[in-house]
C-alpha cells in the first residue's frame, strides 16, 4: 500500500493496485523479448483471470547492498541533449 498514492488509497482495491503494478514490472524487464506486447498489457489489466507470468530483473535497478559512495547504476539507454540555435 506504500506505492499507492495516498489520495486513492483508500478508495482502490489493493488486488487491482497489485496487479497494475506486476504489469508495469513485466513492462520493464531487462530483454525486450521479456516484455509484454500492447494487446498482452491491455488483455492482462481487463481481464483478471488472465494469469500473470513471474517478473524477471527490472531494465534499470540499484544494487541495495553497497553503501551509497560505491552504488552503481546501469541503464542501456543512451541519451542525448540537442539544443536549438537559430540561425
Same mark, same amino acid.
Given at each position: 500500500?506504500?506505492?499507492?498514492?495516498?489520495?486513492?488509497?483508500?478508495?482502490?482495491?489493493?488486488?487491482?493496485?497489485?496487479?497494475?503494478?506486476? =504489469?508495469? &514490472?513485466?513492462?520493464?524487464? *531487462? $530483454?525486450?523479448?521479456?516484455? @509484454? %506486447?500492447?494487446?498482452? =498489457?491491455? &488483455?492482462?489489466?481487463?481481464? *483478471? $483471470?488472465?494469469?500473470?507470468? @513471474? %517478473?524477471?530483473?527490472?531494465?534499470?535497478?540499484?544494487?541495495?547492498?553497497?553503501?551509497?559512495?560505491?552504488?552503481?547504476?546501469?541503464?542501456?539507454?543512451?541519451?542525448?541533449?540537442?539544443?536549438?540555435?537559430?540561425?
Amino acid at each position: 500500500m506504500e506505492v499507492i498514492d495516498e489520495s486513492v488509497r483508500e478508495t482502490c482495491s489493493l488486488h487491482e493496485a497489485l496487479r497494475c503494478i506486476q =504489469v508495469g &514490472l513485466l513492462c520493464v524487464q *531487462e $530483454a525486450p523479448a521479456d516484455r @509484454p %506486447t500492447m494487446s498482452s =498489457v491491455i &488483455l492482462m489489466l481487463a481481464n *483478471e $483471470a488472465t494469469s500473470l507470468p @513471474p %517478473t524477471k530483473e527490472p531494465a534499470f535497478s540499484t544494487n541495495r547492498n553497497s553503501s551509497a559512495a560505491s552504488a552503481s547504476f546501469f541503464s542501456n539507454n543512451a541519451v542525448t541533449i540537442t539544443m536549438p540555435q537559430a540561425r
